[in-house]
């Protein structure tokens, strides 16, 4: 049961335009929600977070919305650069004290054309 | 400074072997954990520690032994893997286990012969 979905599996942005990656999640009791960033042959990059008790959250480039009725959130760069091209993924946890754990999404492969 | 990191970079062992990965970070950070990560999927939580105890095991075999030395360092030992164990082992830490921001180290590309 995939309880974060990122249903699209690949994005292709001309540079200088708004890339938006979206996601979607089942599990209601999920009340915080992550952003990484991935290069091939490294490891996960924490890019932006939100909590359930907002609505947007914006850092630089980098928005990240929230729509709880939905279940949903989005990650809006913008401009997107060349640099921005890998794999991005979303994860969400639910306050479970000690056995708090990240829930990740399948990942989104961004592309930015030059 | 929020680095991770993880050696080897790249690891080739036998079924018969028994080899260690080794993660570091001076972050301060008092969880830890070990994730594993297959080619075109997300990563799976395998192991968690939290203040140098075993908080976490993901129902993981025991041919995966983490042990966390001191609260900067996390090892995990193989021993008697198989070639389906072959995927890229993830490294992270977070200020602590109510802290859900985690950071990764590159991690170790892992192929079992």
């Known amino acids: 049961d995939q309880q974060v979905k990122q249903n699209s599996p690949s994005l292709s942005v001309q540079e200088g335009r708004i890339s938006i990656l979206n996601c979607d999640y089942t599990?209601?009791?999920?009340?915080?929600f992550l952003w990484y960033k991935k290069y091939p042959a490294e490891g996960p990059t924490f890019l932006i977070s939100?909590?359930?008790?907002?609505d947007k959250n914006e850092d630089g480039r980098f928005t990240v919305f929230l729509n709880k009725s939905a279940k949903h959130l989005s990650l809006h760069i913008v401009p997107s650069q060349p640099g921005d091209s890998a794999v991005y993924f979303c994860?969400?946890?639910?306050?479970?004290?000690?056995?708090?754990?990240?829930?990740f999404g399948k990942g989104i492969t961004l592309s930015v054309r030059p | 400074d929020t680095e991770v990191t993880q050696t080897p970079k790249h690891l080739v062992m036998g079924m018969t072997n028994k080899k260690s990965l080794k993660c570091e970070q001076h972050?301060?950070?008092?969880?830890m954990y070990w994730y594993k990560q297959k080619a075109k999927k997300p990563p799976e939580l395998m192991f968690v520690?939290?203040?140098?105890?075993?908080?976490i095991n993901e129902s993981v075999p025991s041919r995966f032994s983490p042990e966390c030395p001191n609260s900067s360092l996390l090892n995990l030992h193989l021993h008697a893997l198989q070639p389906e164990d072959s995927a890229l082992y993830l490294c992270?830490?977070?200020?602590?286990?109510?802290?859900?921001?985690?950071?990764f180290g590159p991690g170790t590309r892992l192929t079992v012969t």
């Open positions: 992270a830490s977070s200020l602590d286990r109510v802290t859900y921001e985690q950071y």
């Open positions: 599990n209601s009791m999920f009340d915080y």
């Open positions: 939100i909590s359930s008790i907002k």
């Open positions: 994860a969400a946890s639910a306050f479970t004290g000690a056995n708090s754990k990240l829930t």
């Open positions: 972050m301060g950070h008092r969880a």
């Open positions: 520690y939290s203040y140098e105890k075993l908080s």
